[in-house]
């Protein structure tokens, strides 16, 4: 039962490109949604996170945009550069629930070129 | 202040053999959630552990695994008579609050069953 999808699996831009993730999630019980980057060999680590009740929310070059309505949101990060290369993990989670766990995407692994 | 803290990073097990994987969470966190990764894949949520108590373990495999976060010490994931299936990257996080989708990812430890 995979409760939040993400796609797409791979990504390759150029440098400078706005590359875009896209999730989408079932449980409307979900309060917030991060996403987590993580580096080949490392553990992810956090980089931005938005409630629902919010439809945009910005932090330096990488931007949450949230479609309540739809169940969607996505990852946009501005000015790409190749020290962004990693794979990028959309979340859910129902915060202070019993289920303290996040609800992982399955990943997008991008490469920005130089 | 140090990060999330996982040894060992690499454990090489042959099938039957038990493995012990140890997470020394963030300094004044007291919630630790162990994730698997398998290979090309998202992580999957194991268990959530508070001191000495187990909150949610809905994602552990009801067969051979076990974990524990006891007073004092670091909370150990154990999986006796490992086999191929469990090769993995196990992770480890925690956070301040409960059930908080600010959790802080330890390095991993990957195991290899041969």
């Known amino acids: 039962q995979q409760q939040v999808k993400q796609s797409p699996q791979s990504l390759i831009v150029q440098k400078g490109g706005i590359p875009i993730i896209n999730c989408a999630y079932e449980n409307t019980a979900f309060d917030y949604f991060p996403w987590y980057q993580q580096f080949p060999g490392k553990g992810p680590a956090l980089l931005i996170a938005i409630r629902p009740d919010v439809s945009e929310k910005k932090e330096g070059r990488f931007t949450i945009s949230f479609n309540k309505s739809a169940k969607q949101f996505s990852l946009h990060i501005m000015d790409s550069q190749p020290g962004d290369s990693a794979t990028y993990f959309c979340a859910a989670i129902r915060e202070g629930g019993s289920q303290g766990n996040l609800i992982f995407g399955k990943g997008t692994k991008l490469s920005v070129k130089p | 202040n140090a990060g999330v803290m996982q040894n060992p990073r690499h454990l090489v097990r042959r099938r039957g053999q038990e493995a012990r994987l140890r997470c020394s969470p963030m300094?004044?966190?007291?919630?630790v959630y162990w994730y698997r990764q398998l290979p090309e894949e998202g992580l999957k949520f194991m268990v959530y552990l508070q001191k000495e108590n187990i909150i949610d373990e809905s994602g552990m495999p009801k067969e051979r695994f076990s974990a524990e976060f006891p007073k004092e010490g670091p909370s150990i994931l154990r999986i006796q008579q490992v086999v191929r299936g469990d090769s993995a990257a196990y992770f480890c996080a925690s956070s301040v609050r409960g059930s908080s989708y600010e959790q802080y990812f330890g390095p991993g430890t990957r195991l290899t069953v041969t």
């Open positions: 300094k004044g966190h007291s919630h």
